[in-house]
């Protein structure tokens, strides 16, 4: 089991750019959630896709956008970006009605220059 | 909303020494409670989770917690701590459908030989 899977690892984008995050569940998870971790913070939660459409949303600006596809995995889209967008992405999955906590992957850092 | 407050930002411990990490969290109903562990540029690992019945809770990497309504507390203990055990900390709290998880701002661990 591989997991769950982040890529990029790490990537760097000027401001005003946009970006796509990519996460791919831990094998029977169905729900994925987004958080953004700032330097010296705690991860704050972006939303959660279940069934392929946002579930909950957290108080992020709606340049923060998701998707999630028929196989579960799910993307994170952010367009102009800015300098205070540069955070650890992480990505946690877990599987809906039952007892069970979320697997985060290992994060995507994303740096705004 | 629901909260959560580590106390602690930096905690120093010998190592051999025992360990209790505070976590105070607000919220209405029965909370799911977790603690997780993050090394450094790395995603969270959970140690410990608490959603119902016995309120002493047993963890990975003998890590253990205790869940106390009447103090709206979750504190993280070890009886003797491990180098390997330096890390930052994260207690957090999920709500009723355990889907956002709110997470505090984090306690990191030093471990002195």
């Known amino acids: 089991d591989a997991g769950v899977t982040q890529s990029p690892t790490h990537l760097i984008k000027t401001r005003g750019q946009q970006v796509t995050l990519r996460c791919s569940p831990k094998?029977?998870?169905?729900?994925v959630s987004w958080y953004q971790q700032a330097l010296g913070q705690g991860p704050q939660f972006i939303f959660q896709y279940y069934e392929e459409e946002e579930r909950q949303r957290g108080n992020f600006p709606d340049r923060f956008s998701g998707h999630q596809f028929p196989n579960y995995s799910s993307e994170l889209n952010v367009n102009a970006l800015l300098l205070g967008d540069s955070a650890l992405y992480l990505c946690a999955s877990s599987r809906t009605g039952s007892n069970t906590e979320a697997f985060f992957g290992q994060g995507t850092r994303l740096t705004v220059v | 909303a629901q909260s959560v407050t580590q106390p602690d930002i930096h905690i120093t411990v010998s190592e051999g020494a025992s360990l209790e990490l505070r976590c105070n969290y607000s919220?209405?109903?029965?909370?799911?409670l977790f603690w997780y562990v993050q090394s450094p540029g790395q995603g969270l690992q959970l140690l410990l989770k608490?959603?119902?019945?016995?309120?002493l809770v047993q963890g990975i990497k003998g890590f253990e917690a205790e869940f106390k309504r009447s103090q709206s507390s979750f504190n993280l203990r070890k009886p003797s701590v491990h180098w390997s055990d330096a890390a930052e900390y994260f207690c957090a709290v999920a709500d009723t459908g355990r889907r956002a998880l709110t997470f505090g701002s984090g306690t990191r661990l030093q471990v002195q030989p």
């Open positions: 608490y959603f119902s019945g016995d309120t």
């Open positions: 919220y209405g109903a029965t909370p799911y």
């Open positions: 094998s029977g998870h169905d729900t």
